[in-house]
């Protein structure tokens, strides 16, 4: 059985403009030590289906429905208390940018530990800093207990990103999403982080959600991929298979927009046009205004997933 099954998740919040509809029908599933990558350009609902995961889109402005199946529960059909225990404890988040999501006012030893006392209660203070510098040490901090005592704007950008994934590995959870946690960073440091979370992911047993418009990314971290353009995957396959036989012409665009390994001189096509907006969405195909390969039925119906091979599916009129 899947550890986190989604279906029909659909997103939307309510604005003065109107209602933005972020997530639309998004299904996928994820077993257990194994890394799906979501791919798409900024805009295109990644990081809030992220969100939609952890139950986070309950508000007076954010409506979510569809099934959200963590280990047999819908998160969507907990209540608050339930869906705090599963935050930290079952599914954690990385997010994308460590300056704003740490709290500049508490140490980073006090951020791990707040994590750790809501979940493991009956550690005593003692314990809870023990088991704060073992995470420390398990991302790999150099200099583990000075950093539990430093504030965020005291240490790197990276050590930074370190100590949000820390955080976020506190209390063992089995389902990571991580949410382009190298988007902040230099190139170096990027490639550390990203070598850390695949030993991580590896060592850990770790089922990973990594979202990134990092198509490189994906190919070194990813099994499987997602695609995702306004709102909707349009693209589902394993990574090899997706870059191999790119189905979507979305795909195949973000691939002629990316610098590649053995390619050198091959000009980089930028696709044509910008994203929609998400309030009014076009009637048919939301990619068709970009798209070089319209048709007509493309601009009035709006198409399936069509079956590319036994574990590949794509939306789209070209492949019915």
Known sequence: ???????????????????????????????????LALLGESGSGKSVTLRAILGLHHGANAHARGEVIVKGQDVNRLDERAREALRGGVVSLVFQEPMTALDPVYTIGEQIAETLVQHRPQLD?????????????LVQVPSPERCLDSYPHEISGGMRQRAMIAIALACEPELLLADEPTTALDVTVQAQILWLLRDLQKRLDLAVIFVTHDLGVAAEIADAAAVMYAGRIVEQAPIRELFRRPAHPYTAGLMQATVRRGQKGRPL?????TPPNLVTLPAGCAFA????????????????????????????????
């Open 125 to 137: 203070r003692a314990a809870v800093r023990r088991r704060a510098r073992e995470l420390l040490d």
């Open 269 to 273: 096509v930028p696709i044509a046009g």
């Open 289 to 320: 205004p970009r798209c070089p390969s319209v048709r007509e039925v493309c601009t009035t119906t709006e198409p399936v997933s069509h079956a590319v091979a036994s574990d590949h599916t794509a939306r789209c009129h070209l492949i019915a």
């Open 1 to 35: 059985m899947a550890l986190l099954t989604v279906r029909d998740l659909c997103v939307s919040f309510e604005t003065r403009d109107g209602t933005v509809r972020a997530v639309n029908d998004v299904s996928f599933s994820l077993e257990a030590g194994k890394v």
